[in-house]
């Protein structure tokens, strides 16, 4: 191998680094695709038996819970990641019996709730596990395309 | 540190002989014979002090430096139980530079050195499953404190399964000699139905708020789940009683439903005191201990939207009740609400003020309310010190519902947030589009020009709602109001923006004795649970929440879509509250003169309502935060943090905590919490120092004590 290959060998492997790197850093959100149909359609009806009592049917919230859906739901964790929103639902959800839940129910439960505040289907599952999940972002609003 | 007992009682002979106060050798640094007082930079009640004022007379934090104070130290409850908490609503007292709270979800005890947050001592206590079904969990509001000025300092509080407890302030240590081996029974005594004692371990009785510590006397009220979907109107009857401090035994009870031959007792038509419940004394109390009252502020009967099952009007219900503090005999009495089916329960500590007007000195009380009215009375004789005028109001038409033909109105002061929905003026009105948009929504609701809109049987295919502004959140709710003692101004935030639509319905087959309860007809039935319920450290894993439900139809699509993600949710036009902002106010009420003083939106912008309008291109200023919390009045500022998190730009996500120039409601220094506030702010002083503290908490921020003092070159 001549040197003008190597150093564009080197070069390209460099780069490729730091391509992956990036693809690593880049934070998805919300509105990339982070659930599928097949598991919010698992999640609507664990929602109406565990949630629904105190967060009212579709979401809309009482006076004794928050809606968990709309703009100002959407700003409470806007910033924040699924992880977070995740592990706030494992811990202390449903308000009656916390923590008693699978983390398979809670994810289907996390995808039902995000199917309903619209944010789009996609190919993969929502995982079950905080830290796979503070990898998305919660976004109110859609961010530029790049 | 223990305090040593043995060296006390000769030095105190000696000390009597001599003619001299003396103070005792103390290895914990704390002096015994001391008498907590705001005047002395304490924080010794709830409300600071027993007249509800919420007023500490300090100013080394102010208008100059509030904006530099720094976080001095912070204390997370997460493990005072099991779990971590995230409604953590208490609000520690300080005596002498020790904090005493309680925190997490096994509402544990804890005193805090009060300079650096340094835990001096705990106290848990397991209850088993008579906390887990009770009525009212988490850490609730917080702890009293009594002492009998020479050294027995005590930690008074009540448990979450309705126990009387106290503990020895400098140990921790259970005050064997009170009641049985530290604890009364509270449930002993509470009685539903025509006489019968409730089940020691499952019977419905709790409280939120802290015991009222008065020389040798402690007031204890009562509190029952939240009354919307109640399966019975049979419900506990709630009551205030007294207790001696030093055996536990209890002195008086004062019920809150009269008992045949008690006045009043004819105000529940057809014998119907003996099958309801509830009218407790949920809130903080207050006491004239000159004049020897007490001031009771009485919550709603049972069911709190339908009152089919005890036509008149109830009595002591939604009333504020002076009672002698010795006897528990009842001085003088006003009904706030007739009747009442608006959950407009009284929901906070009645401040007493001694007043000015026209010129006449007037010992008052001035009652905050969810409908945002001040009720100010002269306190001795009951009289209002402004005429509260009967008037006409709308009337129910569901089937067994006798309303009152009248309701009283305060003439003044006026009222201090909105309590009723004026069409057009309080719309939204960003654009007139958006103004047509809301009353075309409001066309399938009651509106009234006027509040104490009853409900009525909601229907897609009718009326869906009667349109009514703070009923369960206020106005002003469970945190209260402030008064400064040295201007007769009384300082009150209120929620400015809850429209919401009250309807009612048949309860499902089986579920409940009431012919109607909160609910609409085309919805799927969910019993509604109240907040924190069940979230006690042993709630059953295996329990099922509630009973079964109706199968849930389709997701309802169109009901407005919210401008990023969202769907419609609630009364609102474009993701926008369908009323106008303000969305929440601080006002500033003038006692001697009946007037607004001044009035502000309280806390910034919500987020949602910023990007919404700035995407429309719409220009805004600051147009509050809707919600109720509380304040803390000081020698110059009034001080109340934000109850919701915020990203505008302007500071880091997050809540800010805000002070308030007294006399022109400007703002005049802000500092950032992680955190909303979520229980109400005090302030004290600790080695001549000066710090807050403020309970924050919610979404992702577990409960989290957070103290503020100034920087050292300050």
């Known amino acids: 191998m001549n040197l003008r290959t190597v150093v564009l060998t080197v070069a390209s492997l460099a780069l490729g680094a730091l391509h992956s790197n990036l693809s690593a850093d880049a934070t998805r959100s919300v509105w990339d695709g982070v659930y599928t149909q097949e598991q919010a359609k698992q999640g609507q009806p664990l929602y109406n038996e565990s949630c629904s009592s105190c967060h009212g049917d579709n979401l809309i919230g009482q006076d004794v819970a928050p809606a968990l859906g709309g703009g100002e739901f959407l700003s409470n964790w806007d910033g924040l990641t699924l992880g977070d929103l995740f592990q706030r639902i494992r ?4 308000a009656s019996r916390p923590g008693s839940l699978s983390g398979e129910k809670n994810a289907a439960i996390l995808a039902y709730i995000l199917s309903v505040n619209q944010f789009p289907a996609g190919k993969t599952a929502l995982a079950q596990q905080k830290e796979v999940l503070d990898e998305i972002k919660i976004s109110a609003s859609k961010p530029d395309k790049k | 540190m223990r305090r040593k007992t043995s060296n006390v009682l000769p030095l105190t002979i000696l000390c009597v002989a001599l003619g001299t106060t003396w103070i005792a050798i103390n290895a914990s640094g704390q002096g015994a014979g001391y008498v907590p007082s705001t005047q002395k930079g304490d924080w010794p009640y709830y409300t600071a002090d027993l007249k509800g004022s919420k007023y500490v007379p300090l100013d080394q934090i102010n208008a100059s430096n509030f904006s530099k104070l720094e976080v001095a130290w ?32 096994r509402r544990s005890i ?41 050294g027995d300092d005590r930690v008074v509080f009540v448990t979450t399964g309705y126990r009387l407890v106290e503990l020895n302030a400098h140990t921790g240590a259970i005050i064997t000699s009170f009641g049985q081996n530290g604890m009364v029974d509270l449930k002993v005594g509470m009685v539903k139905g025509a006489g019968e004692q409730i089940d020691l371990e499952t019977g419905e009785a709790g409280l939120h708020s802290t015991p009222l510590v008065v020389k040798d006397e402690i007031l204890v009220g009562s509190s029952m789940k939240e009354g919307m979907t109640p399966v019975t109107h049979n419900n506990t009857k709630g009551m205030v009683r007294a207790y001696d401090v030093h055996t536990g035994k209890q002195l008086w009870a004062f019920n809150t439903i009269p008992r045949p031959g008690e006045f009043g007792n004819d105000t529940w038509e057809n014998g119907s005191w003996a099958i309801n419940g509830n009218t407790g ?46 006897t528990g005999q009842r001085k003088w009495f006003f009904q706030v609400v007739h009747h009442p089916i608006w959950d407009f329960d009284l929901s906070s500590a009645p401040i007493l003020a001694d007043i000015t007007v026209d010129g006449r000195a007037i010992k008052a009380v001035a009652l905050p309310s969810k409908q945002a009215w001040l009720y100010v009375f002269d306190r001795v004789t009951g009289k209002p010190v402004w005429p509260i005028e009967e008037r006409p109001v709308q009337q129910s038409d569901v089937p067994g519902e006798k309303t009152s033909p009248t309701q009283p109105f305060p003439t003044k002061p006026p009222a201090y947030a909105r309590n009723y929905l004026k069409v057009p003026d309080d719309l939204i009105d960003f654009t007139p589009e958006m103004r047509a948009q809301a009353k075309d929504l409001l066309s399938r609701y009651r509106v009234t020009d006027r509040p104490f809109n009853p409900a009525l049987v909601g229907d ?62 085309d919805q799927p039935f969910r019993e509604a649970l109240g907040p924190g319920f069940g979230t006690a450290a042993d709630s059953p894993l295996a329990k099922t929440v509630g009973r079964p439900q109706e199968p ?28 106008k902002p303000p969305y929440g106010v601080i006002s500033a009420i003038d006692l001697d003169k009946g007037d607004l003083k001044w009035q502000v939106p309280y806390g910034e912008t919500p987020d949602n309502v910023r990007r919404i309008l700035t995407e429309k291109g719409i220009k805004f200023g600051n147009l509050g935060q809707n919600g109720s919390v509380g304040l803390l009045v000081t020698k110059t500022l009034v001080i109340l943090g934000d109850n919701q998190v915020t990203n505008p730009g302007t500071h880091p996500r997050g809540a800010m905590l805000r002070a308030y120039d007294k006399q022109s409601g400007k703002e005049v220094g802000a500092v950032w919490m992680p955190a909303p506030q979520s229980g109400s702010p005090m302030s004290y002083l600790a080695g001549g120092k000066q710090y807050i503290v403020v309970a924050v908490s919610g979404g992702a921020y577990s409960g989290e004590y957070l103290a503020f003092s100034l920087p050292e070159n300050e």
């Open chain 2, 552 to 579: 849930p139809p389709a997701p309802a699509g169109g009901r407005g879509a919210a401008a990023g993600g969202g769907g419609g949710f609630g009364l609102n036009v474009d993701g926008l509250p369908i009323m």
């Open chain 2, 460 to 521: 897609e295919k009718g009326l869906l709602g009667a349109i009514n502004v703070g009923n369960a959140g206020g106005g002003t709710n469970w945190p209260g109001a402030g008064y400064d003692p040295e201007t007769h101004i009384v300082y009150a935030q209120a929620a400015n923006s809850s429209a919401a639509g009250m309807s009612v319905r048949k309860p499902p087959p089986g579920f409940s004795d009431l012919n109607y309860f909160s609910g609409r007809n």
């Open chain 2, 74 to 105: 912070r204390f997370k409850t997460d493990n005072l139980g099991p779990r971590p908490e995230y409604k953590l609503e208490g609000t520690p007292v300080a005596v002498n530079g020790t904090l005493y709270t309680t925190g997490g979800t």
């Open chain 1, 91 to 94: 811990t202390t959800m449903p």
């Open chain 2, 281 to 326: 004394v949920w809130t903080q109390m207050t006491v004239d201990e000159d004049l020897g009252l007490a001031y009771l502020p009485v919550e709603d009967p049972t069911s709190d939207f339908y009152g089919g099952h005890r036509p008149g009007n109830n009595l002591y219900g939604d009333s504020l009740v002076c009672v002698d503090l010795k």
């Open chain 2, 110 to 150: 804890v005193s805090l050195d009060g300079k650096t947050g340094e835990v001096n001592w705990t106290f848990s206590f397991r209850e088993g499953n008579r906390a887990a079904v009770a009525p009212r969990q988490l850490s609730g509001r917080g702890v009293s404190y009594w002492t009998d000025g020479h």
